[in-house]
């Protein structure tokens, strides 16, 4: 079913990204409200660009930001930066083994605007490989300024926001130098969208299918 309202009782959640960080970035806060809001909830994460050190930054971001869930499935994958359109078919592959894994309620993954390349793909071949199931397309802050308006917000209340921007601090140290990766950022995305929201904090995602 292709809606909103996702269902009472456990979750089984699909988290996507591209690159180490992607998901905590763009949806780190609304996975610790649902897990937190959803016991008994599992995660399949899956990464597909990374390196040895930022592998093992992204495994523990991934257990720390689902640690209210029942169990998570974490997948960090080394395909090389940058290029994934022109390795499609290995993209695809990946998302097509994580789908398989089981009938997941609600799938996060970037959203299809996104001007990176390698977002933007990722964001397509989920709309493939989930077809009939609930995509939100969360939004991560970058020099292209792509940010658009979102249709979706989640809002956050002081401790959840908080607790997302500790952890972005805490658990990428690879990223502290650089440009964009602070806390002001990150604070800012999330106020922005809760001002949208008429609330104090809110995460923005961009829903291109619903029924209900």
Same mark, same amino acid.
């Given at each position: 079913m292709l809606g909103l309202q996702l269902p009472d009782g456990p979750l089984r959640?699909?988290?996507?990204? $591209?690159?180490?960080?992607?998901?905590?970035?763009? $949806?780190?806060?609304?996975?610790?409200?649902?897990? +937190? %809001?959803?016991?008994g909830s599992t995660v399949d994460w899956l990464v597909l660009c990374s390196d040895p050190t930022r592998a093992d930054e992204e495994r523990e971001a991934a257990a720390a930001f689902c640690a209210d869930a029942a169990s998570v499935e974490v997948r960090v %994958?080394?395909?090389?930066e940058n290029v994934l359109p022109s390795i499609s078919a290995d993209v695809q592959a990946l998302c097509a083994e994580t789908a398989r894994a089981g009938t997941h309620d609600l799938v996060i993954a970037p959203c299809p605007h996104d001007l990176h390349q390698d977002?933007?793909?990722?964001? %397509?071949? +989920? +709309?493939?490989k989930w077809r009939?199931?609930?995509?939100?397309?969360?939004?991560?802050?970058?020099?292209?300024g792509d940010l658009r308006t979102p249709n979706l917000y989640v809002r956050l209340d002081d401790a959840t926001a908080a607790r997302k921007l500790d952890l972005l601090g805490r658990l990428y140290p690879s990223q502290h130098d650089r440009?964009?990766?602070?806390?002001?950022?990150?604070? $800012?995305?999330?106020?922005?969208?809760?001002v949208e929201a008429n609330h104090r904090w809110a995460e923005g995602f961009?829903?291109?299918k619903t029924a209900v």
């Open positions: 959640l699909a988290c996507l990204g $591209a690159h180490c960080d992607d998901v905590p970035i763009g $949806a780190g806060a609304t996975i610790l409200r649902l897990l +937190a %809001e959803h016991p %994958e080394s395909l090389p977002h933007r793909l990722l964001a %397509e071949v +989920a +709309a493939q009939d199931h609930p995509i939100w397309g969360y939004e991560i802050p970058k020099w292209d440009q964009w990766y602070d806390r002001e950022v990150f604070s $800012a995305t999330l106020r922005l969208r809760g961009h829903a291109r």
